[in-house]
């Protein structure tokens, strides 16, 4: 195996895979990178058992030659040690060529540097077959739906099902869900009616995903009954997902109300943010009390005291109503909506509420509330 490859192109390739890296695996194969030369160019594989990713460095780029001088195969090479030295290698052009299997000798005109390889033939092997219900979308609506909604999915393992998102599609319409129990995010989004598929996708998986996307373009998913394919310019992500049913769905969202608030969005955040100061000790729990005539948002603390804001500007229609949340949970929900303004509507004391972008319906954030003292 031997190829001559511009230095930029093969770090991006390199740095690509790495998302699939693990910090630690049972087997030492997969803490390497699978490099596979062939006549489109250089194949880059990196899996942690959980997810795949497959890049390809391609031979040319509109035209200009980013591989030469090219002999195919294949070898297994520290995916950490590889990608270091490519990053810190000055040259524009970087050669490669495995000798006897075991040495890969990596140059660049100045610097060289002879790597420990593995035979291509030790690495698992690994499924990218386009098996399943498939869905192409655009990229950048698959990246709005995990920033929606992905921050809300637990982020422990001791319930694994809640640590994916839920992924729906029928009737022309994608439900996105996340919930650790204590808050629900719900992103729909209009697709191909003719689609149908229901699966749970790691949320991990589904952040690391959108971050590879470049710019526009548009994303293909593969569903299948144990795994989900991500296929997007030169490179495809496969990832395990949960073959169990998720544990809620969008009915858990209430509809009637009896109380609703409409307060801007920055106001509402930068006042959580001054009292919530007092309240680490507790969790970071806010008050919000409301009636016709004022609303505040306070925080008690028996170590350093208490706080209040009123917050001006607002709508509020109810009778009197005090309600206390986890103030990140209320923030992060806030942000994710993206809006100026915020509607929450509310049915009781203790029941979850909601809090919506008042010019989007496709999102929706439901909070349960906290009990304080």
Known sequence: MRFTIDKDQFLKGLLIASHAIGAKTALPELMCFKLELNESGLDIVASNGDMSIWTLVPTAINGNEIIRNGQPGATLISAHVLTEVVRKMAG????????????????????????NCISADEYPDLDNEKNGV?????CSALAELCDQTA???????TRPILT???????????TAIATNSARLSRKTIAIDPSVRFATNVPSKTLVEVTRLFEGSGEVELVVA??????????????????????????SIVPTNFNYFLSVNATAFLNAIDRVSVLSRDHGTIVKLSMD???????????QTGSAVERLNGV???????????????VTQ????????????????????FVIRNPDDDSIVELITPMRTR
Do not use: C, H
């Open 134 to 138: 498939s869905l192409i979308m655009p």
């Open 315 to 329: 709508q509020y229609t109810g009778s009197r109503l005090d309600i206390a949340f986890n103030a990140l949970f």
């Open 225 to 250: 009954p144990k795994r989900i394919l991500f296929s997007f310019g030169t490179t495809l992500v496969s990832s395990r997902v949960f073959d169990e049913d998720y544990p809620v769905n969008g």
């Open 333 to 352: 929900a806030i942000k994710a909506l993206g809006s100026s303004d915020v509607s929450l509507a509310f049915t009781a004391e203790m029941k979850p």
């Open 151 to 157: 921050f809300a999915a637990f982020d422990k393992d």
């Open 292 to 302: 016709e005539e004022r609303v505040e948002v306070s925080s008690y603390s028996d």
């Open 92 to 115: 524009s052009e970087i050669s490669f060529e495995v000798i006897d299997d075991r040495i890969a000798k990596i140059e660049d005109g100045s610097f060289s540097s002879k790597l």
């Open 164 to 174: 994916a998102i839920n992924l729906t599609a029928e009737a022309g319409v994608l």
